[in-house]
């Protein structure tokens, strides 16, 4: 099986997808901007070859980066990356070439929040009341419908990256006079816990692992200024992974990882906020592995080079993330606060500056059988000091 890998250096954890894929007997070649030599050596030593283009926004370039593969190797059989960023580029040099996997047909109702919400409201999945807003008309029509606060969003994007909450009518025209051009939805804002559905589909559909994460902080408030904490319990709820599996159904998911999130209300219910087909950012893969015993990396790779695989969940840890940014004034130093983590740190990790905003400069994981301990040590590392002298991160 010759499978292209786009970007396969970044971000750094990526590349042991590459290694999982070799150790199951693809060929694995590799397409991105870097040098070659640049590479790690880890990801140098699993690609059997890597052709580097100039710039992997240009499609032209990477049309024939493919070509010149597929002429050394034959038919190439899979085309990936993992990343949101590239999710519309994957589908096009699927359908380019004719690849199995998410085409250019697909791809709008996995990138366009609009589009997610027709899909989630077809399979009778509640979701915020939201509506594309091109014209300030449009914003304010919308708002006048389902009153303030609301929160405007691209259409396409990544994380809170461009989120505006408008509580006021001052709000809604600084938005209006500074957002960028692009399509933006506005929704109404859904009170309560953010959490998630997770996971890893086969060739067929079947959910062969799941998780779930449950945030304390939303991404807008941690890209904000606040600090991340999320984490991974050691059971799902009954009525998460119902909902998860409709999702799955709903959205068609076949041989891929997907990151599904949903808000849980005050009383109870859930409702859908968007899909993700890959796996949740940042260090999350590396914490279910901590946290399941198991070999997510590894897990996926069988998935497609052989179909499906079987994934042996007993949930023994809960595990948390705990971030700090550069500049605040904890009320821990950095060494008083690896001491706090104890035998419940098991990486300590610098964050790649581009997701630094959202998740911090720091993170700690942490993993213990009891989640509120685990919440209390967190809540230590994170506590702010009064004293205008304290050391920051």
């Given at each position: 099986m010759n499978v292209v890998f786009l970007s396969p250096h970044f971000p750094p954890h990526i590349r042991q997808f590459c290694m999982r894929l070799r150790d199951e007997g693809a060929t694995v070649l590799g397409v991105a901007d870097e040098p070659h030599e640049?590479?790690?050596?880890?990801?140098?030593?699993?690609?059997?070859?890597?052709?580097?283009?100039?710039?992997?926004?240009?499609?032209?370039?990477?049309v024939r980066a493919l070509g010149w593969l597929t002429h050394r190797h034959g038919h190439i059989d899979r085309i990936e990356s993992l990343n949101e960023h590239w999710l519309e580029t994957d589908a096009r040099l699927r359908t380019d070439f004719n690849v199995p996997?998410?085409?250019?047909?697909?791809?709008?109702?996995?990138?366009?929040?609009?589009?997610?919400?027709?899909v989630f409201r077809r399979a009778g999945i509640a979701t915020a009341r939201g509506r594309l807003c091109r014209t300030p008309a449009e914003t304010r029509r919308f708002i006048a419908e389902v009153g303030y606060p609301v929160i405007a969003k691209p259409d396409v994007g990544v994380g809170a990256?461009?989120?505006?909450?408008?509580?006021?009518?001052?709000?809604?025209?600084?938005?209006?006079?500074?957002?960028?051009?692009?399509?933006?939805?506005?929704?109404?804002?859904?009170?309560?816990?953010?959490?998630?559905?997770?996971g890893l589909a086969d060739r067929d559909g079947r959910v062969i692992f799941d998780s779930t994460l449950t945030y304390a902080t939303s991404v807008l408030d941690a890209v904000q200024g606040g600090d991340m904490t999320y984490w991974i319990p050691r059971g799902i709820p009954d009525d998460l992974r119902a909902v998860g599996l409709r999702t799955v159904a709903a959205f068609g998911v076949r041989e891929r990882p997907f990151h599904f999130e949903y808000f849980r209300r005050p009383d109870g219910s859930l409702v859908a906020l968007e899909v993700n087909m890959r796996q949740p950012g940042g260090l999350t893969?590396?914490?279910?592995?901590?946290?399941?015993?198991?070999?997510?990396?590894?897990?996926?790779?069988?998935?497609?080079?052989?179909?499906?695989?079987?994934?042996?969940t007993e949930r023994p840890y809960a595990c948390l993330w705990a971030g700090r940014k550069h500049g605040r004034p904890y009320r821990l130093s950095h060494d008083e606060a690896l001491a706090r983590a104890g035998d419940r740190l098991v990486v300590h990790a610098r964050v790649e500056p581009v997701f630094a905003a959202a998740?911090?400069?720091?993170?700690?994981?942490?993993?213990?059988?009891?989640?509120?301990?685990?919440?209390?040590?967190?809540a230590d590392i994170q506590a702010l000091s009064s004293d205008e002298g304290a050391r920051t991160a």
């Open positions: 640049h590479l790690h050596p880890e990801l140098r030593a699993a690609l059997a070859d890597y052709y580097r283009v100039d710039d992997m926004e240009r499609h032209d370039d990477l996997g998410i085409g250019t047909a697909e791809i709008d109702r996995i990138k366009r929040k609009s589009v997610m919400k027709r990256a461009g989120t505006w909450r408008l509580e006021d009518d001052a709000g809604l025209a600084a938005y209006l006079a500074e957002k960028p051009p692009a399509g933006y939805i506005v929704e109404e804002v859904i009170e309560g816990q953010l959490l998630t559905y997770d893969v590396d914490m279910w592995d901590y946290a399941n015993e198991i070999d997510f990396y590894r897990a996926w790779a069988r998935v497609v080079v052989h179909g499906t695989t079987q994934v042996a998740i911090g400069d720091d993170g700690f994981i942490l993993r213990g059988p009891d989640l509120e301990e685990l919440r209390a040590v967190a």
